[in-house]
């Protein structure tokens, strides 16, 4: 479906049961070669990968605006992304992946290591709302740690599933290395279950990952989830306020609020409240709604209808329980999936919208008397993924951020997404990281290797 038009594109069938087991001992052959090809073919693989990414950037650009909708200037930012994080692992997996030698005493052996062995087929399940970048945030690393790939992808980007796909083909991968299978729920169990399947990655709801974990665990499968998130965005009353509303703007509206890190909450201390409400909304309202092919577009349609109808119904909840709704900026289109920038103010602890995730437009201001009210705040919530703290005094800063029961936070600036920085959250928001060597390590066999001269038993 095309969010914008809410018109049918193309349609795609479900995988059949023959495709699976096809596709599954395909995955294996290939990793059987794959595990003994040497590292530096493995990130040169990765390397023409990124740069096919790079030369035919519009072209992967428009299939994410078609399918979900971000705008075109999103879609060519995700693209470069996807290719900044393949040529990292292009250019330093090769070292990330050599054995460790380790220090220890006589009587451990003449001689230790560790080597980090690939596991098998990793089974990844993603998301819409980033359909490039969730597939290359798993896909990259385990490729250059010599597993292969199999991915289940959100069923409405069915094309950009593909187009991942067809890159690394393109890019001069054996079939089977990155499969991309149409599954359905059933399959997908069928897939976790099979032996050759040695990990699990997720990155989806808390529903999703609850079902995934468990059938993971039960077939005694490794596995990471990244789910959701409700990130607090602290301001502090030395914070530069103006630039803190136009990062709150950025960091809360930006693929449409379809974001796990995004601001959701601002927190703002009461000293300075009024003034960041005011100019938060001044920045909100500059942001332009239409067709997300349009150059001068910035807030995109959501993916889809039925997400749109979810956020309009949330703020509604909000409201119903004494929350207080102001819709923001120009109307938005009447036709496709959107909804108008929403700012819910008044949203006492009580409320049960208060700890929800809203993947849309829609940001909670809520005020604090003093910071340790505000960690409070930010604490409240069953997530733990990222967040911000804006203030002046950056020393001070990182000490407050200490106080942040999340996997990320950052100062000055809203929880971001970078080729060279990790990702990944705690408590609901999942466990397990990805990116840099934490997210390569995650499916490695760190084998022990000893070498022993020592004469005698114990």
């Not at 136009?246 to 201390?269: D, P, T």
């Not at 329980?321 to 920038?341: I, L, M």
Request: one cysteine or more; glycine letters at 10%.
């Amino acid at each position: 479906m095309n969010p914008y038009t809410n018109e049918v594109v193309a349609t795609f069938p479900d995988a059949t049961d023959a495709e699976v087991d096809r596709a599954l001992d395909t995955a294996q052959a290939a990793f059987e070669e794959w595990r003994d090809t040497p590292l530096a073919d493995r990130a040169a693989l990765l390397g023409r990968a990124a740069a096919l990414l790079r030369e035919q950037s519009e072209e992967y650009a428009r299939i994410l605006t078609l399918e979900m909708g971000k705008t075109i200037a999103e879609a060519r930012a995700e693209v470069g992304l996807s290719a900044d994080i393949l040529q990292w692992y292009a250019d330093r997996g090769e070292g990330l992946l050599q054995p460790r030698v380790l220090e220890h005493s006589p009587e451990s052996g003449k001689s230790a290591k560790i080597l980090k062995q690939p596991l098998g087929i990793i089974y990844t399940v993603e998301p819409w709302n980033f359909p490039y970048y969730q597939v290359v945030r798993v896909g990259a690393p385990q490729l250059m740690a010599g597993n292969t790939v199999v991915l289940k992808h959100a069923s409405n980007v069915p094309q950009s599933a593909a187009a991942m796909e067809k890159l690394f083909h393109d890019a001069g991968a054996r079939e089977g290395l990155l499969t991309n299978l149409y599954l359905t729920r059933d399959q997908s169990g069928r897939v976790i279950e099979d032996f050759r399947v040695r990990g699990v990655a997720l990155t989806g709801s808390e529903g999703a990952g609850a079902v995934i974990a468990s059938q993971a665990g039960k077939a005694l499968k490794k596995s990471t989830l990244e789910l959701g998130g409700n990130d607090a965005f602290i301001v502090l009353e030395d914070a530069d306020i103006a630039k803190s509303a136009e990062w709150g703007a950025f960091g809360r509206y930006w693929n449409a609020g379809q974001v796990c890190c995004s601001s959701k909450r601002m927190i703002v201390l009461d000293g300075v409240y009024d003034e960041y409400l005011e100019r938060f909304t001044a920045e909100v309202a500059t942001r332009r709604a239409g067709d997300p092919f349009d150059e001068d577009t910035v807030l995109a349609p959501l993916s889809s209808q039925g997400a749109a109808d979810d956020v309009k119904a949330l703020i509604a909840e909000a409201v119903e329980h004494g929350a207080t709704a102001t819709e923001v900026g120009e109307p938005v289109p009447s036709t496709g999936a959107f909804v108008q920038p929403t700012i819910l103010t008044g949203v006492t602890r009580d409320n049960p919208v208060f700890r929800k995730e809203i993947f849309g437009p829609v940001a909670m201001v809520l005020r604090a008397g003093s910071e340790d009210e505000a960690i409070e705040i930010a604490n409240d919530t069953p997530y733990g993924l990222g967040g911000s703290v804006f203030t002046s005094d950056e020393a001070h800063g990182q000490e407050l951020a200490e106080r942040i029961t999340t996997g990320m936070v950052y100062i000055n600036h809203p929880t971001g997404v970078k080729a060279d920085l990790p990702f990944g959250g705690v408590q609901n928001a999942g466990y397990g990281r990805e990116l840099l060597d934490l997210g390569l390590n995650e499916f490695v066999n760190e084998k022990l290797v000893v070498v022993s001269d020592i004469d005698g038993v114990f």
